[in-house]
């Protein structure tokens, strides 16, 4: 039988450093209680949305889009839970945390103010947040009834009809504290209640490891009293678990199930979207690709093949070959709907070019395309060196090109500028990247916060093997290494260590940006997915990985920049000189 209650505030590992739950085990957690649907809520991000809807509506659970954020008004802040009832709910979810996110202070937590929340509100349900830190909860959990109240009056205005009243139960004195205030206000202003349960790890055996994963995103030590922590019930509670925490309120078991009838939209994959390209002369994509290899071919074939002292047969036989292939390649380029592509690519190159910023001649499978050499993409003559064009572009393995462009490191920043220019800072990404704590890092960190000796910890983390192409887990080097089993079986602490590090080991510690990729939208990226600001770059960032906006439908543009070009440059220069 399916189960009574629904799950709508799962904290996954992309809440960095504030939850153990894989995707992958919520699924499984989820699906192997018959629990017919689930909300992802990661703290003020999606960066997870994508890859659970997939994962949960393969296991036949229905996914809840959503997320926790803070909210701001005069007397502070507190959490709530948004979650996307529909298509119009998913994007303006986006968008609002787009806009928080990117307009942020990143020497504070990110907040959205009230009045805010307003215009991003239609098709969004409102959880008040629980009485711990939440913007309603939190004033009933202190005792101050009144600010509760006016905040629920001035949410109940923004999301009508859509504004739950939040209840949790994880033995916290404030929440015993706050509960009489929260079902006064119910009973007074006619709102619903739900129960809700802030899971961050899968069972109770799993609260030392999480109380350390918090330690380390927070560079505290265990032994500290002050510090931020989670109680042993903020793991994931069975339906019936749940159902029999609250049987004295079944109607806020029930309502869990009323919402996610309420919610009907997922995050999907798209087909790649490129924005348009203007061409010239009015002709479409697919003409002015066409007419722009034909030109850029016969100016190759003049400066590298044909000279003037050949007679015109000589001349049509060499470039026989050349033309074939650019037809053979432009109709298969037109036949995967990818002319766009081939001219966005072009034209950046061309343009960098123009202003004397050094470009790589092509490497990998683009190199051996004509159209690419054509274009001036690559400078690599693919009939000459027999390079294959199917290595790059096959019909039958569909998938997007992708050119690896080299820049001079130096000017890099100066194409990425151009592109934005051209297509709109706001349509314009840099897509995101996670950095996991890997054996040695996870050792290091977990002893640190256990406050053990730097240098035993040290000997510990270097008895596993270092290979950066393979990396090697714990549990693998228990089995290798003799040393670390010994350490293991004879020393209590260290065998401590090394079990909540492999708990842990894996694990997304912070976010980063990918070193060369960048996404170009149609229409203002947050319409496709939620954006992220990355302290160290003043340029969007997806919130989605390089795997997960490719399947959003974004296409990925590689803008390395390469440090021998501008040596390489710099010699020029000086043999100039």
């Known amino acids: 039988m399916p189960a009574t209650f629904v799950h709508l505030r799962l904290h996954s590992a992309f809440s960095l450093t504030e939850s153990t739950l894989r995707i992958g085990a919520l699924t499984k957690l989820v699906s192997g209680d018959s629990q017919p649907a689930a909300a992802i809520t990661d703290t003020n991000n999606m960066f997870g949305a994508l890859e659970f809807a997939q994962s949960m509506a393969a296991a036949g659970v229905q996914p809840i889009m959503g997320t926790q954020i803070e909210l701001e008004d005069k007397a502070g802040r507190g959490d709530v839970v948004l979650l996307a009832q529909n298509e119009t709910g998913y994007v303006n979810l986006s968008q609002l945390l787009s806009k928080i996110l990117l307009s942020s202070d990143t020497a504070q937590t990110p907040a959205c103010a009230v009045e805010d929340l307003a215009g991003y509100s239609d098709g969004l349900i409102l959880l008040t947040g629980g009485t711990l830190t939440g913007f309603v909860g939190g004033p009933a959990g202190d005792r101050r009834a009144n600010l509760a109240q006016q905040r629920l009056e001035s949410l109940a205005t923004i999301v009508h009809g859509r504004l739950y009243i939040e209840l949790q139960r994880h033995g916290l004195p404030t929440e015993l504290a706050g509960e009489p205030h929260l079902l006064e206000c119910a009973d007074r202003m006619n709102l619903p209640l739900v129960a809700t349960n802030d899971c961050r790890f899968e069972d109770p055996s799993m609260s030392q490891p999480l109380d350390t994963l918090v330690c380390i995103g927070t560079s505290r030590k265990i032994s500290e009293q002050e510090r931020p ?9 069975t339906s019936s678990q749940m159902s029999e925490l609250f049987k004295d ?16 939209v997922m995050a999907e994959t798209r087909a790649p979207i490129l924005p348009a390209f203007a061409t010239s002369a009015g002709r479409d994509e697919a003409a002015e690709l066409r007419a722009q290899a034909q030109s850029g071919l016969q100016a190759r074939l003049e400066r590298h093949l044909l000279s003037d002292s050949l007679d015109e047969a000589v001349r049509q036989s060499l470039s026989k070959p050349y033309i074939e292939r650019l037809a053979f390649e432009i109709d298969i380029i037109e036949q995967m709907g990818f002319p766009g592509y081939f001219l966005i690519v072009a034209d950046f190159i061309q343009w960098a070019k123009s202003k004397n910023i050094p470009v790589g001649p092509g490497r990998g499978s683009g190199a051996g395309s ?11 003559d693919p009939l000459k060196w027999g390079l294959l064009f199917e290595r790059f572009l ?3 393995r569909v998938s997007m090109p992708d050119f690896d462009i080299d820049f001079c490191q130096d000017r890099r920043d100066e194409v990425i500028s151009y592109v934005q220019g051209k297509y709109g800072h706001d349509r314009v990404a840099q897509i995101i ?3 996991s704590l890997q054996a040695r890092a996870a050792l290091r960190d977990v002893g640190r916060v256990l406050e053990m000796p730097y240098g035993q910890v040290d000997r510990i983390a270097k008895l596993i093997p270092n290979n950066p192409a393979n990396p090697t887990t714990i549990a693998e080097a228990l089995k290798s290494e003799p040393a ?6 004879e020393d209590e602490q260290v065998a401590d260590l090394i079990t909540v590090s492999m708990k842990l080991e894996g694990l997304y510690r912070h976010a980063s940006t990918h070193a060369a990729g960048l996404v170009i939208g149609d229409r203002p990226l947050a319409e496709l997915v939620p954006l992220y600001r990355d302290p160290r770059s003043d340029m969007p960032v997806t919130q989605f990985n390089m795997k997960w906006v490719e399947k959003a439908g974004l296409v990925k543009f590689d803008f390395l920049g390469l440090k021998t070009l501008t040596v390489l440059q710099r010699a020029v220069d000086f043999i100039a000189r």
């Open 484 to 489: 670390l089993r010994a350490q293991k079986d």
């Open 394 to 396: 096959n019909p039958e």
């Open 229 to 237: 922590r989670y109680s042993s019930e903020h793991y994931f509670k």
């Open 249 to 264: 309120i079944p109607e806020a078991i029930d309502n869990t199930l009323v919402i996610a009838k309420r919610c009907s």
């Open 433 to 435: 990247t996670f950095g």
């Open 370 to 380: 004509v159209v690419a050499w054509a274009l001036s993409i690559t400078d690599l």
